[in-house]
Every structure is written in structure tokens, then in C-alpha cells.
């Protein structure tokens, strides 16, 4: 054996020595501290028949948890996502039961729930010191994060990937606009991001569609096609359904739609990973990948791509400790913005800690967890979606406190993936992106009282409830959580419909969509004015209305706005031009944005968007939601892409980056420029393939599932 081998050999040895000692050490302090845990005999024993048992017991917990553990998780695989977070406390706490009936003489005993609180503490002490150590030696770093991978390679036949050809990875920052990111670098709340602006990548803007929300922007990033996906919810008429982009079955048919429209099977066809996204991509290797959780059968459960990750007791019982600290977090922040007086505010009280904490906790490491396993194994290209500042800005604001703290771990995350990197069998680029951003203001209900449904229902005519109902929110965490808790999602237009006369009104950040379903095809404005005189004029003339989109006989189409001045205008869309009219103030590339929806077979018999004000940048959201991104208006139309300077600029000279299918079209680039040409899989191939994924843990092989995350 080498030198250098008897040195690893040693450290290894020493780092295991120290661990167990640290968990002895706890153990002795704990036995100490709590009544109904003890280390000695009813008679008494000395100090150091104490730490001789002490040491028995934390060694065979230890062995337990090494050898027993991912037996056990796997054994309650079958159990929902959340709830295994749950019973990791008690499952570890067991072992400890069984580690101190090892013990000789009958010197180790706890009550059940002494020993859930022991065994927590132990595995936290004992995962933190064996980090600490770790840090200061690069060849152990690695061999602890690349442990798993290993072990599953193994098992399932895989080469080593080694390759002088570099990876790539696509780390999606979910709603962070290239602002937002701008403002959080310069408050130093991203030294990574900051760092890597000052030596290695090239931060771009780009622009978003009028659809600005993940559904559009991530099929149109990992497909190539943005296509009639006029809002993040529409109700289709021929088939009576009601689509939304976070949905299992509606994601399934977005892609299906995506992939037959451009017979390209995605981004990710070539040795490709999709890590907690509403679309694969066309990946092989899947993991919390919505598209997939419609699907049926042992092979598309959601829940199994979370094994790999909760097999190590140290992650389970740190996750879990995190999550119980973040539901903590959120209670004490928004019980204090409710104190302050802050204004906006919206409701966050109910499920919505937990949804947070799953957000910000338990999707953020199992994803992170599943790109440091893709990198390890070599893997050609890895696309993930962090969702944790989008879900929390929606409800604090797009630069609120309790968004920019979420910002600053996230760039942890970076960091951990970068340092990976440093220890991959091959070099990676990393590449930052975002998929929109958010823009602030108070909700469309708190400012004039009453929901955009109340005012179309009064502009028809018809009965508006006394008080006014508020609208849900779009944010992509709720359904993945309902998803992981292997709770029904609603699949169609019912819960939103009333009589079949009624229109249906929906909302996706600050636009509204208005359909009539007792019609065929796309309601005219000569019908719409026909049947219900008054309503587009209260539309267009309320203050919270920046504009409208009809049909039209004479025109094809118009826009209708004006609120606030002298007269309501209507221009017809091919006239329709930047910063003029109905689209005063809302920028460049607003009057090609609505051009674009309005050939969509789906948009909504009126297309209706908030007002935006230029100076403040704010909108008014249909949702209950003080940060938003749907429509037109501000910073949600404005995400990023941050790249390695080593890889072509995204577009020549002056130009402009517009849309998502564009983004496609330079990421393909960049891969190609790594790789080679890539092999297109048609539309059928890439279908078929996706019926028969396999699946299994997700830091090698296999397709877990996902139900994302606005």
C-alpha cells in the first residue's frame, strides 16, 4: 500500500475515532441532563464504567444507523414524501432503543420519547462533527459526497463517466429577476454569485412572453416551445378542462404538446439528468419531475425521489430539524410583519409554514442532493429548480426580508455545488439561470375590495357574493406538497365553474382570463358587447385594469385600455406599438407579447392585465399574492441566465434575448459547443421512452418523481 494510501487509511480512521468519542461525549451529557435516560446500574457506577457504556451504546448506534438505516427507509418508502420526514425521529429513535439493549448488564435505558430526543441530538452532533472534520481535508470531502453515488453505481453496472469533455449544469433560481439578483449581490447576500461576476461568468437579461410564470418559461427553456400556454391557468373549451402548469396531468399533456409540435425529445436527451422541474427535458435520469407523477405504477412514484436522500440518517434527521425550524421561522417573521403594521400584507397563517418549509427545506436538499450525485457520476448535462425564493417572495414580497434570507442560503447551495464540482470525474460549468421574476404591489382585492370574478360578474350583470371571495394562489409549492402527501389533485374546470352560462375567471399572478363556456371557440367583442353591454366597459375603465385583449369581426383582434384618462382606447393589434395607447408604460416587447397570444388556439375569450405603474414597478395581483409574475409589468417579465465566460455569448453584440425558446436555442448551443452535434429523438421515440422510465434512486440512475415548484 502507497504512502498516500496509509494516509487516507489513517484519517479515516482518526475522523471515525473523534465521531465516536463526540457521540460518547453527548451521550454522557444528555444521560445527565434528561431523567428517564440513564447510562448505569440502579446501584450506581463510577465515572468511568459510565463512559465505557456511554461508548458501547453510541458505537452500536453507529452501526446501526450505518448497516440498519437504509433498510428501514427503504422499507417505508411506500409511505407519502412528508410523512417519512416525520417518523425519522422515530425510526431513530428505535435504533437507539435497540442499541441500548445491546448493552451489557443492562446499564442503557430510555423512555420512548427520551430516546427520539437522544437519538436526534446524537445523529445532529454526529453528522456536524464529521462535516467539520471533512472540511479541512479535500480527498474526504469528497469521498463523503460521492459516497452514495458510488454505492449505487455499483449496484447498478455503471461505468465511471470520467471525461476530458466538460459537463454542464442549469441551476434554475426559480422567480429571481436578473434586479433582484442584482440587489442581493450588491448587498453581499451572494458572495458566491458575486464572485463568480468579478472572475468567470457574464450575467444577460432576458425577456419572458406575456406569460411570464414557470409553465411557459420552463417547457419553452427544456422544449423549445412556449406555444399556447397563454397564462399559468386556462380553461380549454373543446375539452371542457381546466389546465394548470403545476399539475401532474396538465404537465404530462403540456409536454406531449411541446414535444409533437417540434419532434425534438428536449435539452436533456443526451445523457441527461431533470432534478425537481415541471418537465424532463427528454432526461433519462429523473427525479421530483412533475410530468411523471400523473403516471401510474411502482416505476412513477414521487415519493421515491426522496429515498436516496433520507437513506442517510444524518441528512434525515438535519432535514427534519430544519423543517421544524423553518415552520418556526415563518410563524415568528410573519407574526412580527403583522405587528410592524407592514403594508402590503397577505394572509399566511393555515398550511402555509409547511408548504414554505417544504419548499425552502425539503425540495432545496433533496434537489441539491440529486445534482451533487449527477455530477459525481459524470452525468453529460443536469437541469434543476430551486423553488424556494419564489415561494416565499409571493407572500413577503419579491425584496422582503423573508426573500433575500432565502437568497443568501441559496447561494450556499451554489457554493456546495461548485466546491462538488472541484472532485467531479469530469469539469462542469455551471450555468444560473432564472425563469422569471416578480414584480410587488398590493393585491388587486385589498386595493379596491373586491376580486377580478366579482367585477366580471357585475359588468354581466349577474349576482356578486357580499363578501368578496379571494382567489388562490398559483404558487407551485401547494400541488407539489398535495403530491407528495399522495393527496387528490383536481384535474378539471369544476371547481371553478358555476352554471354553464357563468364565466369562468381565472387568474395567474396580475392576468385574468375570462371564458365563457357556454360557447364555441373564441367569444368575439361584437358577441361579447351583444350579450353583456356593460362588461368590457367596466373592465377597461377600472383603475386596477391596465388592458384587454379581444377578438374582433372588423379587426381580428384589439386591445382595449386607457384607465385613468380621458377616454378608453381600443387600437387594433396590428397597430398596436410599444409604450403607446393601452400599453403606455409597460416597455419594450409588451405590443409582440400580446400579438404572440393572441394566435394561440387557447386564449381566453378576454385577456385581461393589471395595471403597472413605471415609477413604483408595481402591479396588482388577481392572486393573493404581494410578489407576483403571470402578466405584463415590471420585473417578472425580466429573469437572467449567468454564464461561464468560457462558453459563447448568448446573443452578438447589442442584441437582445427574447423569450424562452430562445434560451433553448443558446443552451443547445453551449452544449454543443462541449459535446459535439447532439442526436434530435423524435416525438414518438421520446414518448414511448417516457412511459417506460426507470426508476430508482436518484443520484445515478432512475426516475423519481416530482411535482414542482412559481
Known sequence: MSTGRWRTAGSALVRVIVVWAVSTLTMMVLAWILPDFRLKSEGGDSI????????????????????????????????????????????????????????????GAAQ??????????????ASATSTALAVRDDNAYRRRLSRLADRRRRRGGDEHRGSETPGTVFLQLDGVGH????????AGLMPTV???????????PWRTDWSSQTGASQLGILHGCTFDVPA??????????????????????????AVERTGDGG?????????????????DQLALVLSMAARRGRRTRSRAGYFAYFSDPANAVRTALSFVAEVGREIGESTRARLRGDAPRVRRGGLYPFIRAFATVVERDVVVAAVIGDMLAGRTAVYADLVAYDEVAHHSGPRGRDALKVLERLDRSIALLAKVAEHAPRAYRIVLLSDHGQSPGETFAGAYGLTLKDLVRAGCGLPVPRSAGRTKSGAEARDAVRVALHRPVPENGQEEAGPASDPIVLASGNLGLVSFPDTEGRLNREEIDRRHPALLRTLAGHPGIGFLLVRSEEYGAVVIGGAGTDRIQ????????????????????????????????????????????????????????????????????HPFLLSPRELSAPVAGD???????????????????????????????QIRRSESEADGPFPVEGAALRDKSA
Request: glycine share 12%.
Open 570 to 637: 381600443e387600437v387594433p393589434i396590428g397597430e398596436l406599438e410599444d409604450g403607446k395607447g393601452p400599453l403606455t408604460g409597460f416597455g419594450p416587447g409588451a405590443a409582440e407579447a400580446v400579438r404572440r397570444t393572441d394566435t394561440f388556439p387557447h386564449t381566453a375569450d378576454i385577456m385581461v392585465n393589471s395595471m403597472y405603474d413605471p415609477v413604483t414597478g408595481e402591479v396588482h395581483a388577481f392572486e393573493e399574492q404581494i410578489g407576483s409574475h403571470g402578466g405584463l409589468g415590471g420585473e417578472q417579465a
Open 179 to 186: 434586479d433582484v439578483l442584482c440587489h442581493a449581490v450588491g
Open 194 to 204: 458575486a464572485g463568480w461576476l468579478e472572475r468567470t461568468h457574464r450575467l444577460t
Open 232 to 257: 399559468f391557468r386556462w380553461y380549454e373549451k373543446d375539452t371542457g378542462e381546466l389546465m394548470v402548469s403545476n399539475r401532474p396531468a396538465s404537465a404530462v399533456e403540456l409536454q406531449r404538446r
Open 267 to 283: 435539452l436533456l436527451t443526451v445523457d441527461g439528468a431533470s432534478r425537481g422541474n415541471l418537465f424532463s427535458g427528454g432526461a
Open 655 to 685: 442584441g437582445r434575448l427574447v423569450g424562452a425558446e430562445q434560451v433553448h436555442q443558446v443552451l443547445r448551443r453551449w452544449l454543443r459547443e462541449c459535446l459535439g452535434p447532439q442526436v434530435p429523438v423524435s416525438a414518438a421515440t
Open 48 to 107: 468511568t464504567r459510565v463512559a465505557l457504556t456511554a461508548a458501547w451504546g453510541a458505537g452500536a448506534f453507529g452501526l446501526l444507523s450505518a448497516l440498519v438505516w437504509p433498510l428501514v427507509v427503504r422499507a417505508f418508502l411506500l409511505v407519502p414524501a412528508l410523512v417519512l420526514g416525520l417518523l425519522v425521529f422515530f425510526l431513530n429513535g428505535s435504533l437507539l432503543l435497540i442499541a441500548l439493549s445491546l448493552i451489557p448488564s443492562g446499564r
Open 112 to 125: 420512548p420519547e427520551t430516546a427520539v430526543v437522544v437519538a436526534a441530538a446524537m445523529s445532529a452532533v
